[in-house]
């Protein structure tokens, strides 16, 4: 509906009349509304009317559109991804088209978080796994620098990063969908962590419904000789003179926070490690690990699973023997997209 270009204050002569006939017959108090925006007994200011409906006009237009592709969205705040399907498969029959989408009960939106280092291509590999099968992704990695230094130094800075991830949702109107997290590596359990805090503090997340957890090499406990060969990696096309000195810097964090000064830093940060083991979620958890991993060690992430199964949190664990960190899906490409797409099946009908 369009508004009419007519000047409301200068009210149409029926309508003044009314106006008037409710006041005794005097104007003044229908002047004195229009005037200052105010409102007055049965009657709202004309021009104030008029500027809500152009703001919620406004407003209306800056809503995104969820369009189907791929979009990629940079900017300072948060360097996110977010693919649509065409259109998501949300039908009443539980069965699989032709396409390989599922057409059956609502599919979840699934959000991949990044291992350290990794780029956008490396995490559309997985992303294809559930945006063929008719699903919302997103996907994020944090910066490296967080990961490696903030965190070791106890700065929460990807508390921050979570938050503004969780508000996407809201921003897209998607808040009400079934969430699927896939959480790669130390680096993605980082930003998990701050994600299952905010599901449980903050006021408007406490609203999202988590369906289940897949961890893909992680998460690890303290292990320096792993998380150098992490740092490594990312850094593998910088110059060798500021590799070793960001390398040797790291090292140091780590030796003087987490070994030397850990009673005291225990006291304002906790590990993510230690947070996971007693987490208050309650949702179903996939563990895809392997021995072979020299960065995540196995037992870590047994350790964990025997402490959610404590928690009686319905935990599954595969181990793939053979594979390096995070490339289970390079290795064992049918295996491992079974045991995701299963894992979020049962997820969303339990």
């Given at each position: 509906m369009v508004?009419?270009?007519?000047?409301?204050g200068a009210?149409?002569?029926?309508?003044?009349?009314?106006?008037?006939?409710?006041?005794?017959?005097h104007r003044a108090p229908l002047r004195d509304w229009a005037a200052t925006g105010e409102v007055g007994g049965d009657w709202a200011a004309p021009g104030k009317l008029l500027g809500e409906a152009r703001a919620r006009e406004r407003e209306f237009r800056r809503r995104p559109v969820l369009r189907a592709g791929a979009f990629t969205m940079a900017s300072a705040e948060l360097d996110y991804t977010i693919e649509i399907p065409d259109p998501p498969c949300w039908s009443q029959e539980n069965s699989a088209n032709h396409s390989g989408k599922e057409v059956g009960s609502r599919q979840p939106l699934v959000i991949l978080l990044g291992w350290g280092g990794c780029t956008d291509k490396n995490l559309a590999k997985y992303s294809a796994i559930y945006h063929k099968r008719g699903c919302i992704v997103i996907r994020y990695t944090a910066p490296w620098h967080m990961v490696f230094f903030s965190e070791s130094l106890g700065i929460p800075s990807l508390r921050v990063l979570a938050q503004k991830l969780l508000e996407l949702l809201f921003h897209y109107e998607i808040e009400k969908e079934p969430l699927l997290f896939h959480v790669f590596s130390n680096a993605?359990?980082?930003?998990?962590?701050?994600?299952?805090e905010l599901l449980q503090t903050h006021r408007r997340f406490c609203r999202l419904r988590v369906v289940g957890t897949i961890f893909d090499s992680g998460p690890g406990d303290s292990n320096l000789l792993g998380a150098l060969r992490a740092l490594a990696a990312v850094l593998g096309h910088r110059p060798a003179v500021l590799r070793l000195l960001l390398l040797v810097a790291f090292a140091l964090v780590v030796v003087l926070f987490h070994v030397l000064l850990a009673?005291?830093?225990?006291?304002?940060?906790?590990?993510?490690?230690?947070?996971?083991?007693?987490?208050a979620s309650r949702w179903p958890e996939l563990y895809l690990y392997s021995r072979a991993d020299e960065v995540v060690l196995a037992r870590d992430v047994e350790r964990m699973v025997e402490a959610r199964l404590a928690h009686r949190v319905v935990v599954r664990s595969v181990d793939f023997v053979s594979s390096a960190h995070v490339s289970h899906l390079r290795d064992y490409p049918t295996y491992y997209t079974s045991l995701c797409v299963n894992f979020m099946r049962s997820c969303v009908h339990c």
């Amino acid at each position: 509906m369009v508004a009419r270009a007519e000047p409301w204050g200068a009210a149409r002569g029926s309508e003044r009349d009314s106006a008037v006939a409710r006041t005794g017959g005097h104007r003044a108090p229908l002047r004195d509304w229009a005037a200052t925006g105010e409102v007055g007994g049965d009657w709202a200011a004309p021009g104030k009317l008029l500027g809500e409906a152009r703001a919620r006009e406004r407003e209306f237009r800056r809503r995104p559109v969820l369009r189907a592709g791929a979009f990629t969205m940079a900017s300072a705040e948060l360097d996110y991804t977010i693919e649509i399907p065409d259109p998501p498969c949300w039908s009443q029959e539980n069965s699989a088209n032709h396409s390989g989408k599922e057409v059956g009960s609502r599919q979840p939106l699934v959000i991949l978080l990044g291992w350290g280092g990794c780029t956008d291509k490396n995490l559309a590999k997985y992303s294809a796994i559930y945006h063929k099968r008719g699903c919302i992704v997103i996907r994020y990695t944090a910066p490296w620098h967080m990961v490696f230094f903030s965190e070791s130094l106890g700065i929460p800075s990807l508390r921050v990063l979570a938050q503004k991830l969780l508000e996407l949702l809201f921003h897209y109107e998607i808040e009400k969908e079934p969430l699927l997290f896939h959480v790669f590596s130390n680096a993605g359990v980082m930003l998990y962590r701050y994600v299952l805090e905010l599901l449980q503090t903050h006021r408007r997340f406490c609203r999202l419904r988590v369906v289940g957890t897949i961890f893909d090499s992680g998460p690890g406990d303290s292990n320096l000789l792993g998380a150098l060969r992490a740092l490594a990696a990312v850094l593998g096309h910088r110059p060798a003179v500021l590799r070793l000195l960001l390398l040797v810097a790291f090292a140091l964090v780590v030796v003087l926070f987490h070994v030397l000064l850990a009673p005291l830093t225990a006291l304002f940060h906790t590990h993510f490690y230690d947070r996971l083991l007693d987490a208050a979620s309650r949702w179903p958890e996939l563990y895809l690990y392997s021995r072979a991993d020299e960065v995540v060690l196995a037992r870590d992430v047994e350790r964990m699973v025997e402490a959610r199964l404590a928690h009686r949190v319905v935990v599954r664990s595969v181990d793939f023997v053979s594979s390096a960190h995070v490339s289970h899906l390079r290795d064992y490409p049918t295996y491992y997209t079974s045991l995701c797409v299963n894992f979020m099946r049962s997820c969303v009908h339990c």
